[in-house]
């Protein structure tokens, strides 16, 4: 892919960045330049550039503000000690969307030019990526998106569709760091049912779970559980997080109901956990398990993952019927965790050859 670029003539100061990046809150501050691709069918991919960062213009007719066909990743740059900077698994968000844009019916975007986007976005924001003292866990989070921006209001797969990068400096995602995360159970609400976008990252399924999370909020707790939508038994997966289950035999489960969408630190946890020795096992996972479990005390830790939040422990479960307590500890959690991050940080060898390295 040839990239052109334009830089800005008004780049972010030192001053005002570094202020940015001290406390960079999560996705409100965006760095000095975007990344656009434009696809149609006559022309295929064409027009890759960097540009300015700034408002688009779109079509009141373009069919995504209609009919949703859109779909996006969420991954992030790590600046490491040495000051090189590092993209986690980019090829493994890369093949994620080609499998989004099949379900969505988008052209798809082959992963070496989904990399070198990416990367290309990094690279000449490469000032943004925070660096880190200490336990810091800042980092740039990278947002591509793609999204019919074709004029026309009639219903079939748009002939004009457009592929952007943007970044923003990302501080700890949960206000107050990794303690424990009260969930709700939404009974009422489901977020993908069988032939559904459930394994498609796509912006549909996040507007349908946010009056669950509202529901969430007004019980008290951060985040909201999904069931499955056919029978309401399974555990399903939180709003943008995968979900893990920790016995006191050591062994971990982790639902899998094809429904769900496959996180790559999801992937990423079963591997870690598997080469410290734990079984982790992919299996449909009944919500009285969760109850039971911890009950009996066999279950003793339970957390969330996704890129965002990187690997936070569960706390209680709230639901119609009564509160489920936090299981007894967190230390695999944690463990599993600093392993993560370390890899990302640097400050691990990273055994799995999951680091791709931008600058
Ligand atoms: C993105 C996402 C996740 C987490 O995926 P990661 O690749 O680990 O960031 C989990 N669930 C949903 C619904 C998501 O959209």
């Known amino acids: ?51 300015p960062y700034g408002p688009i213009t779109l079509d009141p007719a373009a069919a995504v503000l209609h009919y949703a066909q859109e779909i996006f990743e969420g991954m992030k740059a790590y600046r490491h000690a040495d000051d090189s900077v590092w993209m986690f698994r980019p090829e493994a968000n890369a093949e994620r969307m080609v499998r989004s844009c099949h379900r969505l019916a988008l052209p798809v975007l082959e992963v070496p030019d989904f990399v070198q986007a990416v990367s290309a976005l990094v690279e000449v924001d490469q000032r943004w990526v925070p660096g880190n003292d200490g336990a810091g866990e800042k980092s740039l989070y990278v947002r591509p998106f793609m999204f019919a921006s074709e004029k026309f209001l ?114 990423s946890v079963m591997e870690l956990a598997g080469k410290m020795g734990h079984q982790v096992t992919e299996r449909r996972f009944g919500i009285d398990e969760w109850r039971q479990g911890v009950a009996e005390g066999r279950i003793v830790e339970i957390f969330a993952c996704g890129t965002a939040a ?26 599993i965790r600093d392993a993560l991050v370390d890899v990302q940080f640097g400050r691990a060898d990273d055994t799995f050859g999951w680091m791709h390295r931008v600058v």
Request: with cysteine; glycine share 12%; hydrophobic share 40%.
């Open 310 to 335: 990187v690997v936070t422990p569960v706390g209680e479960l709230r639901t119609k019927d009564g509160v489920t307590p936090a299981p007894a500890s967190t230390e695999l959690t944690m463990k």
């Open 1 to 51: 892919m040839q990239i052109s670029s334009t830089l800005t003539s008004t780049p972010t100061d030192d001053a005002r960045l570094a202020e940015i990046l001290a406390n960079p809150g999560f996705g409100t501050n965006f760095t000095d330049h975007m990344f656009t691709v434009e696809w149609t069918p006559a022309d295929g991919w064409h027009a890759a550039r960097i540009t």
């Open 154 to 267: 009639g219903v079939r797969p748009a002939e004009h569709v457009t592929f952007m990068v943007i970044a923003s400096p990302a501080g700890a995602y949960f206000k107050g760091g990794a303690k424990p995360v009260n969930l709700w159970l939404t009974e009422e609400y489901t977020r993908a049912g069988r032939g559904g976008m459930g394994a498609a990252k796509t912006g549909g399924n996040y507007a349908s779970s946010l009056i669950a999370q509202q529901e969430a909020y007004a019980h008290g707790c951060d985040q909201v559980v999904f069931l499955d939508a056919q029978e309401g038994k399974y555990v399903e997966e939180l709003g943008g997080m995968n979900m893990y289950f920790v016995y006191d035999d050591g062994s971990i489960v982790t639902p899998e109901t094809g429904t769900i969408l496959e996180g790559i630190t999801r992937a």
